[in-house]
């Protein structure tokens, strides 16, 4: 079975300073990735995913992750935060099948300061 | 982009009765609709998915006949929790898959349930 781990449970930053939130992931073959960020009151929203290709993945909110097969690793990183960026953020691998099972990780959450 | 919502954002109920969650879809069909639970500072623990028209799946550990699923038209799923419990206290959220869209899940609000 799969299984995300996220090792920073609490991260703070000062604004404008550059991210990166650890996620590790263990699953046999080729995983689907996602970072997912989710808001008070919000929905979880999806910043990214990786299916397969181009090991840099860019996406909303000025947010990146980059694949790394070798480590088992799939980080997320943002060159400049801003205060509004603070939330709890998921990793999630997904199995492929017949469904789209999620797996999730314990969440980060990231306190931004001013 | 697409929008699901989640009927009641908040609900607490007594010991014994049961609560029904609602997750709609608002502008797109949802074939498939999931239910997650997400206790405190833990992650999302999938518990079940569902499929209009067919009975849902449940995950490993949880309780079918306490944690009612339907999945009734492809803008709606409800989650029935049956007999409740103070330990049934938790989030839960729902997300919605489009058809042909795998992986595109999108993610309601959730719903505080209290269990008193």
């Known amino acids: 079975a799969q299984s995300v781990t996220q090792p920073d449970i609490h991260i703070t930053v000062s604004e404008g300073a550059s991210l990166e939130l650890r996620c590790n992931y263990s699953y046999g073959a080729t995983p689907y990735l996602f970072w997912y960020v989710q808001s008070p009151g919000q929905g979880l929203q999806l910043l990214l995913k990786?299916?397969?290709?181009?090991?840099l993945v860019q996406g909303i909110k000025g947010f990146e992750a980059e694949f790394k097969r070798s480590q088992s690793s799939f980080n997320l990183r943002k060159p400049s935060v801003h205060w509004s960026d603070a939330a709890e953020y998921f990793c999630a691998v997904g199995a492929g099948g017949t469904a789209s099972k999620l797996t999730f990780g314990t969440g980060t959450r990231l306190q931004v300061t001013l | 982009g697409a929008v699901v919502s989640q009927h009641p954002s908040w609900v607490i109920c007594k010991s014994g009765t049961s609560v029904k969650i609602e997750c709609r879809s608002l502008?797109?069909?949802?074939?498939?609709m999931f239910w997650y639970r997400q206790f405190p500072k833990q992650s999302l623990m999938l518990m079940a998915t569902s499929n209009e028209g067919s009975k849902a799946t449940y995950e490993q550990g949880v309780e079918k006949d306490k944690f009612l699923i339907n999945h009734a038209s492809l803008t709606l799923s409800t989650l029935t929790v049956t007999s409740a419990h103070p330990e049934d206290s938790s989030f839960y959220i729902c997300s919605a898959e489009g058809q042909g869209a795998r992986y595109e899940q999108y993610f309601g609000p959730g719903t505080r349930l209290t269990v008193t």
């Open positions: 502008d797109f069909q949802a074939t498939t």
């Open positions: 990786y299916f397969s290709g181009d090991t």
